[in-house]
């Protein structure tokens, strides 16, 4: 290897800390740096809706790393606050701003890592210039919101959209009294999800007595004085005092177009097996990439932490000298809503059917634990697979903390192609505290075998 390497990572979130400790590592000689554009690097992102809540009190547990930390720990020189204007991919350049003091200035590189993320969608009709409208993807939003929270009398907010992040920070600002609002364009919440998911996630809403709005074709929101005052639904004026929109993200590929880097169909940077962009000195990992689908061997995009901080290690190293290979991804995700757990594997059956599979489906609802046990609940699952290879293909479940062991195991069977007739032949474990005498995914499996 190069004594004289440099290694630049643009971005300092989950894959950007990742990739420069892990090139460190493997090229102790390389001189590594890591720039991020805002004031924090190495945060945790999916714990911010219980900042709103006070479940977790101090934003500060969330900043895993400052940059001398980082530094003294991992050898990683860090520049935050440093906004990466451009990259000259010819001249293997990049043109920064120092924020602070409006300053640009050149960097050269031998190897270049963007981890750049992705950016919250902005609704034209809602702008984050107002100054009661927030997104909430970091810790700097949250940090923004409750400076607005602090200082003005808030009792109703607007969440506009329902996927993860909308309802659970609908959950945590509902435990700290806020009239909380959702508002969406789909008629049931979690677009993402099963038909059954999303009716019984309607359900938990109305239980807990938080509105859920459709938008329809007068929808309208009312600005006022450069703020968001109300939202004019079905005839009627509807008062907020802020708004918070979670109607998703996309991939952060600002640098890509001065880069000439090539993009896919979901917007993401293309990268090969060993996270090289199309340019052969510039990697790239994290929710600002597309991923191949284990299960239809096709580009995706999964912007979920953990995979981030995988594929992080991959470029880091790769970008060092090594020769890691990046797997394809089962998608395998989760989140908590008031007193239920959702996670959902794979494709449901509505992507499998638009993939060409010829699907099929099975469900069944089933007690967690021994009925007389204490905290014994119902729990649903849902299996989508292959008619003829009797593939799984994917799975949803709803109940309490078990639903993730379940989605786990169905990620191994996707892994591994044990077909879903096997599911009833493991032997699951069994004690009335923790588990029931038949297993759901047990109960599943016998199902199926019926059908055929």
Request: positive net charge.
């Amino acid at each position: 290897m190069n004594n004289s390497n440099r290694i630049i990572i643009i971005g300092g979130n989950a894959a950007g800390p990742s990739a420069a400790a892990k090139a460190k590592r493997v090229n102790p000689n390389a001189e590594v740096i890591l720039i991020e554009g805002g004031e924090f690097i190495s945060t945790g992102t999916c714990e911010l809706p219980y900042l709103l809540s006070g479940e977790i009190n101090d934003y500060s547990k969330l900043v895993f790393f400052s940059p001398d930390k980082f530094y003294s720990e991992k050898g990683v020189k860090v520049l935050i606050n440093h906004f990466v204007k451009s990259v000259n991919a010819r001249l293997k350049k990049i043109e920064v701003i120092d924020r602070r003091t409006n300053h640009t200035l050149e960097m050269e590189y031998d190897k270049l890592i963007l981890t750049t993320g992705s950016i919250p969608n902005e609704i034209p009709e809602l702008p984050y210039t107002l100054e009661n409208v927030f997104s909430y993807k970091s810790v700097s939003d949250y940090l923004k919101l409750k400076s607005y929270l602090d200082k003005n009398n808030v009792e109703k907010i607007l969440i506009i959209g329902s996927g993860y992040i909308g309802l659970e920070v609908a959950e945590n600002l509902a435990a700290k009294k806020y009239e909380v609002t959702i508002f969406d364009k789909e008629e049931l919440p979690l677009p993402s999800a099963e038909l059954e998911i999303r009716h019984l996630i309607k359900s938990i809403i109305d239980e807990n007595k938080i509105p859920f709005l459709t938008k329809e074709n007068y929808s309208k929101f009312i600005i006022r004085n450069a703020k968001f005052a109300q939202l004019k639904h079905e005839g009627r004026y509807l008062d907020f005092d802020l708004a918070i929109v979670a109607a998703g993200i996309k991939p952060n590929i600002y640098l890509a177009e001065s880069a000439k880097l090539k993009t896919g169909k979901y917007g993401g940077l293309i990268v090969d097996s060993r996270l090289k962009t199309s340019d052969p000195n510039i990697y790239a990992a994290g929710d600002n990439i597309e991923v191949t689908n284990k299960i239809t061997n096709r580009a995706d995009y999964f912007p979920l932490a953990t995979y981030a901080h995988n594929y992080g290690h991959i470029a880091g190293e790769n970008a060092a000298g090594g020769n890691q290979i990046a797997e394809a991804v089962i998608l395998n995700s989760s989140f908590k809503f008031f007193n239920k757990f959702i996670a959902q594997v794979g494709l449901n059956f509505e992507q499998a059917v638009k993939h060409n599979v010829n699907a099929k489906f099975i469900t069944s609802i089933a007690n967690n634990k021994v009925k007389i046990m204490h905290g014994s609940s119902k729990v649903f699952g849902k299996i989508v697979y292959d008619r003829y290879s009797k593939l799984i293909l994917g799975a949803s479940f709803i109940g309490s903390n078990e639903v993730s062991g379940y989605a786990d195991l169905i990620s191994s069977f996707i892994y591994n192609k044990n077909t879903v007739l096997n599911l009833a032949k493991i032997n699951y474990n069994y004690t009335p505290p923790l588990s029931p005498f038949i297993n759901l995914l047990s109960i599943l499996g016998r199902k199926i075998q019926e059908t055929i």
